[in-house]
């Protein structure tokens, strides 16, 4: 439901602000508090925290309740100085991440309403990864859904207001600014505050405790390692804005919207995956049970594979027609659709690598190794960057978006296969066999499923009498009920046994409702 309500946010900017210098202007600036969060705390959250919530529950008398609360203290009072410092340089910031051919006065007057999310976003972070550790999940995976609200509320109210955001001269009191710019931060906001009751179901009262714990101390080379890992990917992003924003008007808004399709998938099993398997390996690794760090490992990468790879083969097949489906519902808007749709098609072979990285960045964050994170983060960027610097020389100024995120999903391969050959070094076997038994395998049904599908499609002519927002659905549908089952089949033909508790669970839901045994009376 996060991923979904967040799918239709993004549908809904792009029809309000369309693939424009003002659209482009409003999400790099809605990422800087991201960008400054993580550099700042946030890597040091995601990597560091939850292994250390996870050991001073074992090892404190008090299950590490005054260990957490310090750890609030510390990181509450950080986080609002970072945020006062990045409001304070918010005119630096964006010069760092919009090239001069944008709108840098634009992006300034947005930041400054947005950069405030920076200690809500950090708050929100601690109190989930404390849930996590606790076995809660379900607070911290809906409260999403709630900021996906009021900002589809938020622009709704942008829309009835009157007027259109001042470009030359830009106001700070411009009403449709001032609406996107704090309806956006109410959002996160709202996302923090929704945890509130879940953290006090669990038992957390917070009380501040000042001081420092020597623990922390013995982590610090752990998170200054975090946040060099921030720092490397920061700079791959700064060139990636650049030169996006540089090339063409509404070019970052393109990646931006064709990274998101990817990242709706990846949500819903990969996150899901890391959200419950980090706190698991954790535990593993601080018990010393390097084997069921590896089994945890290989599950992960072997389920990423089956469930991602053939998403990724149908968004390759039917890219533009998937862009304009879901984007092109302004007949304004259709081309620059067609272009989201036609960058996810270039970009959608990062997939899986991309999933099984962080799966294994997870990895070496339980077994509380913080620096190869870091160098397969700048393997990845040095593999991208000079990528993405050619692109403006090899591509017609429309086009560079597309060598930019297919620069991206080259970059996560080679990511991934250094984080392999590293992983085998540290934990020995790493269980490959399985992995790539398993890769094969499903690329062979994906590809096959997704080539059948589209060749049906192509049979039903241009259907050049409909408009092309009904074209694109016909065919994304189409080809969907096709590839579905074709994948499936060719899974099951192939003996990929991951498949099997799906098949299984689906059987028994089919047992349980069949009239020939008398359906659910029994219950």
């Known amino acids: 439901m996060s991923r979904i309500t967040g799918f239709l946010r993004q549908i809904a900017l792009f029809a309000v602000l369309g693939a424009t210098v003002l659209n482009d202007a409003y999400t790099v600036s809605n990422t800087l508090p991201n960008i400054v969060y993580e550099f700042l705390i946030g890597g040091v959250l995601s990597s560091v925290m939850i292994p250390l919530l996870v050991r001073a529950q074992t090892e404190d008398p008090d299950g590490g309740e005054r260990y957490t609360r310090r750890l609030f203290t510390l990181a509450g009072a950080a986080l609002l100085v970072a945020t006062a410092l990045s409001m304070a340089a918010a005119p630096l910031l964006t010069s760092l991440y919009i090239s001069s051919d944008g709108n840098r006065e634009l992006a300034t007057a947005f930041a400054y309403l947005l950069l405030p999310q920076i200690v809500f976003y950090g708050l929100g972070a601690l109190m989930g990864a404390l849930l996590n550790t606790k076995g809660s999940f379900g607070a911290f995976a809906w409260a999403p859904v709630l900021n996906n609200i009021v900002v589809l509320v938020v622009l709704a109210v942008y829309v009835a207001v009157p007027g259109e955001i001042s470009l030359d001269p830009v106001r700070m009191g411009d009403a449709k600014l001032l609406v996107l710019g704090i309806g956006t931060t109410l959002g996160i906001v709202a996302q923090t505050l929704v945890l509130l009751p879940a953290m006090r179901r669990i038992g957390f009262r917070y009380r501040p405790v000042w001081g420092w714990d020597s623990r922390m101390t013995a982590t610090g080379g752990l998170a200054l390692w975090a946040i060099a890992y921030v720092l490397i990917g920061a700079i791959g992003l700064n060139v990636t804005t650049q030169v996006a924003t540089a090339a063409d008007g509404g070019a970052y808004v393109v990646y931006a919207n064709s990274w998101l399709l990817l990242q709706v998938p990846y949500g819903v099993l990969g996150v899901s995956l890391l959200t419950a398997l980090m706190p698991r390996m954790s535990r593993a690794a601080a018990e010393g049970r390097t084997g069921d760090v590896v089994d945890d490992l290989s599950l992960g990468s072997r389920l990423s594979t089956v469930f991602l ?117 540290r934990l020995g076997s790493v269980r490959a066999r399985e992995v790539l038994n398993t890769l094969w395998r499903t690329l062979v049904a994906a590809a096959l499923a997704a080539l059948a599908a589209r060749g049906v499609v192509a049979l039903l002519g241009p259907m050049s009498g409909l408009a092309p927002l009904a074209r694109a659905w016909i065919q994304v549908v189409v080809g969907a009920l096709l590839w579905l089952p074709l994948t499936v089949v060719g899974l099951r033909l192939l003996r990929v046994a991951e498949l099997d508790p799906v098949v299984r669970r689906l059987a028994g839901l089919a047992a349980r409702f069949d009239p020939r045994r008398g359906g659910d009376r029994g219950r």
């Open 309 to 425: 790879l053939p998403l990724a083969a149908f968004f390759t097949a039917f890219g533009p027609a998937i862009g304009v489906a879901l984007f092109g519902w302004r007949s304004s808007g259709v081309e620059g659709a067609a272009q989201i749709g036609l960058a996810l098609a270039c970009s959608a072979f990062g997939l899986v690598p991309y999933a099984i990285t962080l799966l294994q960045l997870r990895v070496f964050y339980a077994l509380t190794d913080g620096r190869i994170p870091a160098l397969i983060q700048l393997v990845t960027v040095l593999v991208k960057v000079p990528l993405l610097l050619i692109c403006p020389l090899l591509l017609p100024p429309k086009d560079v978006v597309l060598g930019l995120v297919a620069a991206n999903a080259v970059s996560f391969i080679a990511g991934a296969l250094v984080g392999q050959v590293l992983l085998r070094r």
